[in-house]
């Protein structure tokens, strides 16, 4: 398959979302629809098959620590220098750390290597989802209320339909069982196999979703070119390091694991931000920037992306 192959459908699907928005084929309600339809169903099935059927090995928590370390890490540098060069923002330095893996890195991974490529980014995809649940989540719900209480934390990553999808497919391969299995049970066979009719959607669903949301006004430019700056000095030599030195050279993980984690590294920070903001006429603002940053990050996140698929065509 040549790169335009693989490339220009996923920019072809974002496109279809933009011209959906500019024709009003689809308004913001029902792509916010479509959206909890992929966050609550489509992504949880494609997770759920994946985790279950995947040959686990134990060499695999040292990829869960390290992305979390990484993840971690960046949180640690960027919060603080963005903190420092807008004390008045609440919000704004959660831009620094923290991937739009669901919504974005699933379906981009996937678009590009297929349906075969997704246990790897899955892997890559737990430690992230162990970092944002338990420690960017906890900042941020400490910004938005004054506090977050550990068992509010521990309640909502159980009851995330993406983060107990990942842990029922676990829970299932570690006892031995195996999708192939549960089809054969009367009654649960039907559901499998709706799981499987679900998830084939993850990539134009996501990537219409994202495409219906790329709008950007032209004001603070600056500021947004600035954050944008700032957190790719953060992210690409930390993604060069923990990819292809810590996970390839050191460790010795396959080629398809790096590049998962390069993938994960280059995304726009997580669509949660906004949405976690108190409804207050005084961060309207701080609200619209933050919107900005994740349209423009998204833009220049696919430019690197297709660099990605540039170097590694293939694993």
Known sequence: MSLVDQVLPIFLLIALGVISRLFNWLDDAAVAGLRQIVVRLVLPSILFLSFVDMELSRSYLSIVGIVFAVCALSFAIGWPLVKRLYPADR???????GYEFGMLGISLFVGAYGA??????????????????????????????????????????????VTAAILAGLLLNMLGVRSGQLEAIAGLGAVIKTLRFLAPMIVPAVLIVVGHGLRFDGADGGKVVRLIGLRLMIQLPLALAASFFVLGTLCG???????????????????????????????????????????????????????????????
């Not at 960017?136 to 990553?157: E, H, T």
């Open 116 to 161: 075969g490529a997704l246990a790897s980014i899955a892997v890559i995809g737990l430690g992230h989802e162990l970092f944002i649940w338990f420690v960017f989540f906890a900042f941020l719900i400490a910004a938005r209320d004054g506090s977050a209480r550990p068992a509010d934390l521990l309640m909502g990553f159980l009851r995330n339909p």
């Open 91 to 97: 919000f704004t330095p959660f831009l620094t750390a």
């Open 253 to 315: 993980f396959d080629l398809r694991y790096q590049v998962a984690l390069f993938t994960l590294m280059i995304l726009p920070p997580p669509f949660i931000v906004p949405l976690f903001m108190p409804d207050k006429a005084e961060l309207a603002g701080e609200r619209a920037l933050i919107l900005k940053v994740l349209t423009v990050h998204t833009l220049a996140s696919l430019a690197v992306f297709a660099g990605i698929i540039a170097a590694f065509p293939t694993f």
